[in-house]
């Protein structure tokens, strides 16, 4: 008999980290919990990818800030590193190529350890050791942006959720069914989707951390209180900076204007 060992998974997290909350680092431990749970797969790591500049968010501070934030609030994470290559990119990049670059990268470093498993009865059995998996871990409003045109192309999706996977973690009101139910694309590839459930209520988004800097009220025990002191240090998030990029366009919209897009209902 063949005994298997659960999939090596790898979770991948996209996105401003404008700064990095103690949220942000909440999912992957959520997200971890419940993919064991599932009896399937064990968590082997985690990353966390920043944007680079050229995305154009408004109030988007450097990469190089959001990235040393980030180092400094995963300090105390033994599992979760903070990845630099998608901000270093000169222009925007989609999300399923940046998954594609870490997955191509996670099977390079990756070796196989064959070996025997004793059973109780003391005969040993051929161990398989599968490869590791990439999923992207997202909160549940990501779902949403599926619904948005011009934002995602179909190949994109279909790679994104077919290929490599989704776990969703869901906060307060949030439906992330009904966004699975409402879409084709999303229904087809469901049992690839992950949906985790944060029972406890956590609302801490980086725009509400921006905007109590701005005026000056305390953010403590929101973020890293090494986050703060950096922060502090480099004068981040003030009036001047919350207007840097306004009235651009964000760059996913730019940039796939005149490409085919999905559509919802396929």
């Known amino acids: 008999m063949m005994a298997t060992r659960r999939v090596p998974l790898v979770l991948l997290a996209c996105g401003s980290f404008n700064p990095i909350t103690n949220q942000h680092m909440r999912l992957f431990e959520l997200a971890r919990d419940h993919m064991h749970s599932t009896g399937q797969y064990e968590v082997v790591g985690g990353i966390v990818s920043p944007v680079s500049d050229g995305y154009g968010k408004q109030g988007l501070v450097l990469a190089k800030h959001r990235i040393a934030m980030a180092k400094l609030a995963l300090r105390s994470s033994n599992w979760v590193t903070v990845d630099e290559w998608e901000s270093q990119q000169p222009d925007w990049t989609e999300t399923v190529v940046t998954m594609r670059y870490h997955y191509e990268r996670i099977q390079k470093e990756y070796e196989p350890s064959a070996g025997t498993l004793r059973d109780s009865r003391g005969h040993n059995k051929n ?7 990439l999923k992207l871990l997202c909160g549940a409003d990501f779902l949403n942006t599926f619904k948005i045109p011009g934002l995602w192309l179909d190949d994109h999706v279909e790679d994104l959720v077919g290929r490599f996977g989704l776990v969703c973690v869901s906060r307060g009101s949030l439906q992330p069914e009904r966004a699975v139910h409402e879409s084709d694309t999303l229904y087809r590839h469901r049992r690839n989707i992950f949906l985790v459930r944060e029972w406890m209520r956590n609302e801490t988004s980086a725009t509400e951390v921006r905007r109590a800097l701005r005026r000056g009220l305390s953010v403590k025990y929101l973020i890293p209180d090494s986050v703060i002191e950096y922060i502090e240090e480099h004068d981040l998030y ?5 207007r840097r990029n306004e009235g651009v366009a964000l760059r996913p919209l730019v940039k796939q204007a005149h490409q085919p897009v999905n559509s919802l209902n396929d």
């Not at 161990?127 to 998996?133: M, N, T």
């Open 238 to 242: 003030t009036e001047d900076s919350e």
């Open 127 to 133: 161990v398989s050791s599968p490869s590791p998996r």
